[in-house]
């Protein structure tokens, strides 16, 4: 289903909506939230009341499909005078041993896209800035460690609103689908003569989350891609097209070490320095907390990925994520574990500025910042008196996630304490009402 997309202007949107025809009020999707967006009133449907960092877990999780990613179609820029398709790396892990990643670029030109730009090559250059920007830090000390990947959108967004001390570990540099889409705007209006508006870059991803990128970008002043569409949507089409290609252009230039960045660890796979993979939610949530307590300085850079194992993982792939990582990992012997980019291109580039991200990620504003401290403290300890006389159950029952969840609810006046089905009246009279 496609609805609308949110305004860029608008604050704190997300990609995903609940189907209520669909959504019958269970709390599977309340509970997996990390952010504590997600409640359910009345146990009737569930409805997204705080910020959502499009993890797609809540997709992932719900039995009867009622959560919904919002995504483009390919269909919504037929009139645009020239198309460029630029697809993540982890569209390479969706077909057989017999396709190659030049046969899915070429099988992607078919479908009416002017222009196939391979992100995988551009990726080994980031993996060149990131080394150039480590050895700099290390000169100079412009962020503490360990630094952050700033690729996985979920990641930056989980940090700007659950972790904002964090902000200063990523790394001010624009990501490869990002620097993919700047080029081909300025090559090809440029080629063309004409305004680089006119020219639309398409994303291929494995979730919806590279929508935040477009809508909302975290290091650019405006996203330089206009739509991203579904891995899972056009796969079928691509499978038609891939039986028949007569084309014999190379589009496919990385080596394996830019085709193994759809996979957790394959962005640190290219690096000469001490890093860590983590990936899915709850790990990367374990490691953010380590870091955001002073530990694991003696790593240099962490890749971090939301989905477990990678882009893969996604929730808009079609192949199992670990037959998919089996066939990144086939690739990759493949076409061999070394960059195929010249470094010292890349240098005169980054010296140049032509990864610099152009503005700094800020944290998300937020109720508590807006209170004063008396207020905060007044407001702590109310939560405090109503959780002394809570179940601790977790239930959800209540339609919040979890008993502290509902205390606030209850203070802030989003919800009552009625709602609490283990709530007796003595512990009403004890002044919680």
């Known amino acids: 289903m496609i609805e609308k997309l949110p305004s860029a202007t608008e604050q704190q949107v997300n990609y995903v909506r609940i189907d209520e025809d669909k959504c019958n009020g269970c709390v599977l999707c309340m509970k997996v939230c990390p952010t504590k967006a997600i409640r359910v009133r009345?146990?009737?449907?569930?409805?997204?009341?705080?910020?959502?960092?499009?993890?797609?877990?809540?997709?992932?999780?719900?039995?009867?499909?009622?959560?919904?990613?919002?995504?483009?179609?390919?269909?919504?820029?037929?009139?645009?005078?020239?198309?460029?398709?630029?697809?993540?790396?982890?569209?390479?892990?969706?077909?057989?041993?017999?396709?190659?990643?030049?046969?899915?670029?070429?099988?992607?030109?078919?479908?009416?896209?002017?222009?196939?730009?391979?992100?995988?090559?551009?990726?080994?250059?980031f993996n060149v800035a990131i080394e150039l920007y480590v050895k700099e830090n290390h000169e100079h000390g412009h962020s503490p460690w360990p630094l952050i990947s700033p690729v996985c959108p979920v990641v930056v967004r989980l940090i700007r609103y659950r972790y904002p001390s964090l902000l200063k570990h990523l790394p001010p540099l624009a990501t490869p689908r990002e620097i993919v889409a700047r080029e081909a705007k300025k090559r090809l209006s440029q080629k063309?003569?004409?305004?680089?508006?006119?020219?639309?870059?398409?994303?291929?991803?494995?979730?919806?989350?590279?929508?935040?990128?477009?809508?909302?970008?975290?290091?650019?002043?405006?996203?330089?891609?206009?739509?991203?569409?579904?891995?899972?949507?056009?796969?079928?089409?691509?499978?038609?097209?891939?039986?028949?290609?007569?084309?014999?252009?190379?589009?496919?230039?990385?080596?394996?070490?830019?085709?193994?960045?759809?996979?957790s660890g394959g962005e640190i796979a290219g690096l000469h320095m001490n890093c860590l993979a983590v990936s899915g939610l709850s790990e990367t949530i374990k490691y953010l907390e380590q870091i955001e307590m002073g530990l694991l300085t003696d790593i240099e850079y962490v890749e971090f990925r939301m989905c477990t194992e990678g882009c893969i993982g996604g929730p808009l792939t079609v192949v199992d994520k670990y037959r998919a990582k089996h066939r990144l990992q086939?690739?990759?012997?493949?076409?061999?574990?070394?960059?195929?980019?010249?470094?010292?291109?890349?240098?005169?580039?980054?010296?140049?500025?032509?990864?610099?991200?152009?503005?700094?990620?800020?944290?998300?504003?937020?109720?508590?910042?807006?209170?004063?401290?008396?207020?905060?403290?007044?407001?702590?300890?109310?939560?405090?008196?109503?959780?002394?006389?809570?179940?601790?159950?977790?239930?959800?029952?209540?339609?919040?996630?979890?008993?502290?969840?509902?205390?606030?609810?209850?203070?802030?006046?989003?919800?009552?304490?009625?709602?609490?089905?283990?709530?007796?009246?003595?512990?009403?009279e004890k002044g919680l009402q």
């Open 42 to 125: 009345d146990n009737h449907k569930a409805v997204i009341v705080g910020v959502c960092i499009d993890c797609g877990e809540c997709v992932k999780v719900c039995p009867r499909g009622a959560v919904e990613p919002i995504i483009n179609l390919t269909s919504d820029f037929e009139e645009a005078p020239y198309k460029v398709v630029s697809p993540s790396t982890a569209i390479y892990a969706q077909f057989g041993p017999d396709v190659m990643p030049n046969d899915v670029l070429l099988a992607l030109k078919k479908m009416g896209f002017d222009y196939v730009h391979d992100q995988s090559y551009t990726s080994e250059m």
């Open 330 to 428: 086939t690739l990759v012997r493949l076409f061999g574990a070394e960059r195929r980019v010249k470094y010292e291109y890349v240098k005169n580039l980054y010296d140049k500025g032509w990864f610099l991200a152009e503005r700094e990620v800020e944290g998300f504003p937020s109720e508590r910042s807006a209170r004063d401290i008396k207020a905060e403290i007044r407001r702590r300890n109310q939560i405090e008196k109503i959780l002394e006389h809570l179940p601790r159950k977790e239930c959800g029952l209540c339609g919040s996630p979890d008993c502290e969840t509902f205390a606030e609810d209850v203070v802030d006046g989003r919800s009552s304490l009625d709602k609490c089905v283990f709530l007796d009246a003595k512990g009403k």
């Open 192 to 263: 063309h003569g004409c305004s680089q508006d006119v020219i639309k870059v398409i994303h291929v991803t494995p979730c919806a989350a590279k929508m935040i990128c477009i809508r909302e970008p975290f290091f650019l002043e405006r996203s330089y891609l206009d739509a991203a569409v579904g891995i899972s949507s056009i796969h079928e089409e691509i499978i038609r097209n891939l039986k028949d290609l007569e084309e014999d252009t190379v589009l496919h230039h990385s080596g394996g070490i830019g085709l193994g960045w759809g996979m």
